[in-house]
């Protein structure tokens, strides 16, 4: 298993999705699973379930957005986004 964070930044590497850019909103270490949201499509009301083997993890966290999950409080879709999008030119997908 990966050394996943909530928080982390991450790839999808198969399915329709393939390239896009996440955030790890929740984690399913039961059946391999993560819960990711990227503030447009995927909200943080809805996050995308994906299984552990079609993503790739990056070495980009958000304290913020990580903090603020751990203390039950939901991140805004906007401070998702914003991550992703200060973030993108540095992951090499």
Excluded at 1 to 10: A, I, R, S, Y
Excluded at 16 to 31: A, E, F, H, M, P
Aim: without cysteine; glycine residues 6%.
């Amino acid at each position: 298993m990966q050394n996943l964070q909530v928080g982390q930044l991450v790839y999808s590497t198969a399915g329709s999705d393939k390239g896009q850019l996440y955030v790890v909103v929740g984690i399913n270490t039961k059946d391999s699973r993560v819960l990711l949201a990227n503030g447009k499509s995927r909200k943080i009301s809805n996050p995308k379930p994906k299984n552990l083997k079609h993503i790739k993890e990056t070495d980009i966290i958000s304290k913020d957005i990580q903090e603020r999950i751990l203390k039950d409080k939901k991140p805004s879709n906007a401070d998702i986004k914003n991550f992703i999008e200060q973030n993108m030119h540095v992951v090499a997908v």
